[in-house]
């Protein structure tokens, strides 16, 4: 999958998938499905680190991350996230961050609002990276937003994200992601952009969706927004097995002959 695949299947209005993915293992499996992309998202924080936030992960670690995933999907179309304030300092700094995810293997980066940022995707669009956006709920602003929720109630949230999305795509995104928005924004917006939207949280009427990997997999019962559908209980699964393990370990019934070397 390639960028001009992409904007083809939004042209032929066909909905595209994307998945968060952080290791090899798991981009190996994605890599033989069907889903249309992989976002290398900075809730590698939450999700893979334990933090209670995206702001503590760092360039080298999504490095980590980017190149892991590369390596074990090589067919798919693999965005990384910029990390919170990694793009926020001077223009050649931001630029190393953006070199960094590119040259672990990247295909195109993502990066949180519009205001301040401007310039610097033009910059990186002109110097051969697809720039995906972020509106709405946008994690590294969670100190100024005050908690995860819904955006773009108000009628004055609402015409802003409707004017930065339509900037973002002026300035040369080729798509955006669009975070627990209402339904009817999100679709007011992919009907007025060009551009791909991607939504999560933002109802049907987007070009595409994404859904973090552990989230749609069950991974964790304790977090359900409204938004995540589970695809699996892999909670109960895993700990089904890993009982199942412990038991036979202590009942001596592993390993059996066959699992032996003689
Ligand atoms: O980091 C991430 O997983 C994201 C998605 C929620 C869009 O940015």
Do not use: W
Request: proline share 3%.
């Amino acid at each position: 999958m390639n960028i001009n695949q992409l904007i083809q299947l939004k042209t032929e209005n066909k909905k595209l998938s994307m998945l968060t993915c952080y290791d090899y293992t798991s981009a190996k499996i994605i890599n033989q499905s069907n889903v249309d992309m992989i976002l290398v998202g900075d809730s590698a924080a939450m999700v893979m680190h334990g933090h209670t936030s995206t702001l503590p992960i760092d360039i080298e670690t999504m490095a980590l991350h980017v190149a892991a995933v590369v390596r074990g999907a090589p067919d798919k179309f693999i965005v990384a996230d910029l990390p919170f304030m990694s793009y926020r300092k001077s223009l050649s700094d931001n630029m190393i961050a953006v070199e960094t995810l590119m040259k672990v293997g990247a295909h195109a980066v993502k990066l949180e609002g519009l205001n301040g940022n401007e310039e610097l995707i033009r910059h990186i669009v002109d110097s051969g990276v697809p720039v995906m956006g972020h509106l709405g709920l946008t994690p590294q602003s969670v100190n100024t937003l005050g908690g995860y929720r819904v955006q773009g109630k108000e009628y004055k949230t609402k015409i802003k994200i409707i004017t930065d999305a339509k900037k973002l795509q002026e300035v040369g995104c080729f798509s955006v992601v669009l975070e627990c928005l209402p339904s009817t924004l999100a679709k007011q917006i992919t009907k007025a952009l060009e551009i791909i939207t991607i939504g999560i949280g933002a109802g049907n009427d987007t070009d595409g969706q994404v859904l973090v990997i552990q989230d749609m997999l069950g991974m964790s019962s304790d977090f359900k927004p409204k938004f995540v559908r589970r695809y699996l209980d892999a909670e109960q699964l895993f700990l089904k097995a890993f009982n199942a393990y412990d038991a036979e370990v202590k009942s001596a019934e592993f390993p059996n002959q066959q699992e032996s070397y003689s």
